[in-house]
């Protein structure tokens, strides 16, 4: 799977958009773009993912950009329960093994 | 709620010791996963099952670790001899599997400690 490179932390005013980026260089053609976050004591919780549109649900935006070699995760009103580590994660998407590689991913922290 | 169970929420074990991590994933669901994640990283891949199938086992750090799930539900994963090292919180993932591949659900893990 092709390697992701996200800022280690990150902070944001509760009720601004965060912005999250994520540079997949070496991304192929077949590989999607999935992003979890993990809550302080949960286990990681799907997001969103995306191939080369943009992808829009309840939670969050994901825009990609047309090299498909990064992509911006937008939460557009961010509150306290959004602080957590947000993972980007690259991989073919096929029916058998879903094996997820994490990195280390971005500490959000918002703030009052 | 309906969501992926895993039990003991936490365990402190004495160097040497074996422990068994249960994982209830969610009801229906062919994959399921395990993760190893230590303090202050991402989760790192141990093993997946797709029903009772173990089709990788690729993470396993070392023959004392040992996974299992019999009847294509619930799973255990078990560490034999426990060393230091083992210290770290075990998830356990579940998903519906399939062509369009669904999301990974996630527990809350297991909190391993040894001391």
């Known amino acids: ?112 | 709620g309906a969501g992926v169970s895993q039990s003991p929420r936490y365990k402190v074990a004495k160097r040497g010791q074996d422990v068994a991590l249960r994982c209830d994933p969610i009801s229906g669901h062919v994959s399921l996963f395990w993760y190893q994640q230590a303090l202050g990283q991402g989760p790192e891949f141990l093993t997946y099952f797709q029903n009772e199938a173990q089709l990788d086992k690729s993470g396993l750090p070392s023959d004392r670790f040992f996974a299992e799930r019999p009847e294509g539900s619930v799973s255990t994963l078990k560490i034999q001899r426990t060393q230091q090292e083992d210290s770290a919180v075990y998830l356990c993932a579940s998903s519906r599997g399939g062509v369009r591949l669904a999301p990974l659900h996630f527990g809350n893990g297991t909190r391993l400690t040894v001391t």
């Not at chain 1, 809550?39 to 090299?67: F, R, V």
């Open chain 1, 1 to 112: 799977d092709a390697k992701t490179t996200q800022p280690t932390s990150m902070d944001c005013a509760e009720g601004r958009a965060a912005n999250l980026p994520c540079n997949h260089s070496t991304i192929s053609g077949n590989e999607y773009v999935y992003w979890y976050r993990q809550i302080h004591s949960q286990g990681p919780q799907y997001i969103i993912h995306g191939l080369k549109n943009n992808e829009t649900n309840e939670m969050a935006s994901l825009i990609i950009t047309e090299d498909r070699k990064s992509s911006t995760l937008i939460l557009p009103h961010a509150t306290l329960r959004d602080t957590a580590v947000y993972y980007c994660i690259v991989r073919i998407n096929t029916g058998t093994a879903s094996k997820l590689t994490f990195g280390t991913g971005t500490r959000l922290q918002v703030t009052l």
